[in-house]
């Protein structure tokens, strides 16, 4: 059994992020699973080991250890297409020739999402192209995305955090054009390969579980469990990021903050300890007994809220 922390090693690790390590790490500890890292650097252009680094040394730096060797995503694309093919052994696969404008044109200009499916749902424009139609596109120098091609599907699952969550899974992209794979195919992936069934992350991908829960059917993967865990949000009320001041352990330490600190706030912002107790009596290991996943808050913390917590 095992949960993980699968970040994306494009810059350091902001507060939100760190609050949802520690999460992940207090999820898998408190339940005797092993604590995996996972790099989801599919973009190489704003991916790097130095970013890795950086993160997984800030992640120690808050006592959170981790099991096994780091997996990277650039390094199991062969592993990612291999899947890609089964599913479209099965009819579940097509081509989409369409640019990001252009389904955003149509988006806009249809009355309603189609099928019952959420705004912003791909309308399915490429789904019943003719062979000519397709050939007509490749002519013009289009190289196509893989689209799944769903079939009216609705999910539900209990998250342990935030309750009964379903929705509708609409044509969600398998591999972009340029041939690297996409997200929600990955994950599914890397999570059935590595024998996580439990998974931590921020409740903004909350939304994306059914989606992935049809690909773990279609390719009789195991379901995990989920918990989806509040974001932390910037002064302008989305979520936090970096332009929105000393966020990062390197810039809290900047202003003074020691990683005690920073496990402190982090604590204190999701109900694990009080500010009555001391920020050096608090550690990561004195948390692993106290952490409830029912007990984790599920509306969004700020950052001058946490900020706020600090002694």
């Known amino acids: 059994m095992s949960g993980r922390f699968a970040p994306s090693p494009t810059g350091e690790l902001h507060l939100g992020n760190l609050r949802t390590a520690l999460l992940a790490w207090l999820a898998a500890r408190s339940t005797g699973r092993d604590f995996l890292i996972r790099m989801e650097d599919l973009d190489r252009v704003t991916s790097s080991v130095d970013h890795e680094r950086r993160q997984v040394a800030d992640m120690a730096a808050l006592g959170l250890d981790h099991d096994g060797e780091i997996v990277r995503q650039s390094e199991r694309f062969d592993l990612y297409r291999s899947h890609i093919d089964r599913l479209t052994t099965i009819g579940r696969v097509y081509p989409c020739y369409c640019t990001r404008r252009e389904i955003r044109e149509e988006i806009d200009s249809a009355a309603s999402a189609p099928h019952g499916l959420p705004d912003g749902a791909y309308p399915g424009t490429c789904r019943d192209l003719t062979a000519d139609e397709r050939a007509e596109r490749e002519a013009a120098g289009r190289t196509p995305a893989l689209r799944l091609r769903t079939e009216g599907e609705r999910f539900e699952f209990v998250d342990r955090v935030l309750g009964r969550v379903d929705g509708f899974v609409d044509d969600v992209v398998l591999a972009r054009a340029d041939g690297v794979p996409a997200y929600n195919l990955a994950v599914v992936v890397d999570d059935e390969v590595q024998a996580i069934d439990q998974v ?103 950052y001058a809220e946490l900020c706020a917590r600090r002694d």
């Open 200 to 302: 931590v992350r921020g409740d903004d991908l909350a939304s994306s579980t059914p989606r992935q829960l049809l690909l773990q059917q279609l390719l009789g993967f195991r379901t995990p469990e989920y918990q989806h865990v509040p974001l932390v949000l910037g002064p302008t009320g989305k979520r936090l990021a970096k332009r929105d001041g000393a966020v990062t352990l390197a810039e809290l330490a900047d202003d003074g903050w020691t990683a005690a600190d920073v496990l402190a706030v982090l604590a204190r912002s999701v109900g694990l300890a009080s500010h009555t107790e001391p920020t050096g009596s608090i550690t990561a290991e004195s948390l692993v007994d106290r952490y409830d996943p029912a007990a984790i808050p599920t509306s969004p913390s700020t």
